[in-house]
């Protein structure tokens, strides 16, 4: 709802080119219908915006791998641009953490940005 509210404030003074998601780290371990919520999710915000669906790309970025409990949510995470067109997939492959085996660290967010931007760029052309 909150999302809804500040993507209508947003609207106001532009357009919506599309909608990034990155899973947060801290209930990345509900995998068990990943797939079934984030479509609703999906689902609800362009009937919320009164977008036609797929009409803007989503972006979905991967958390990072750090941890075993967390290939689960990833694998979960990879599997929905199989079932949604519109949705593109960004990678954590690679990608480093503070200590914590948790955050990303400065770098790796750099570098999570530039692969969200890419992904967002192709996915509009």
């Not at 500040?6 to 797939?35: F, M, P």
């Not at 791998?65 to 199989?82: L, M, T, V, Y």
């Not at 997939?89 to 967010?109: E, K, N």
């Amino acid at each position: 709802d909150d999302a809804i509210l500040r993507t209508k404030a947003a609207l106001n003074h532009g357009q919506l080119k599309g909608i990034l998601w990155h899973q947060g780290e801290s209930d990345a371990e509900r995998s068990a219908n990943y797939l079934e919520e984030f479509s609703n999710l999906v689902v609800r915000l362009h009937q919320d915006l009164n977008l036609p669906l797929g009409s803007i790309p989503v972006i979905i970025g991967e958390t990072g791998d750090f941890k075993e409990s967390r290939k689960k949510i990833n694998a979960e995470i990879r599997r929905i641009p199989s079932q949604l067109s519109f949705v593109k997939l960004v990678s954590a492959q690679g990608l480093t953490h503070t200590g914590d085996a948790t955050h990303f660290d400065t770098p790796a967010l750099r570098e999570l940005g530039r692969r969200y931007a890419e992904a967002l760029r192709q996915a509009r052309n």
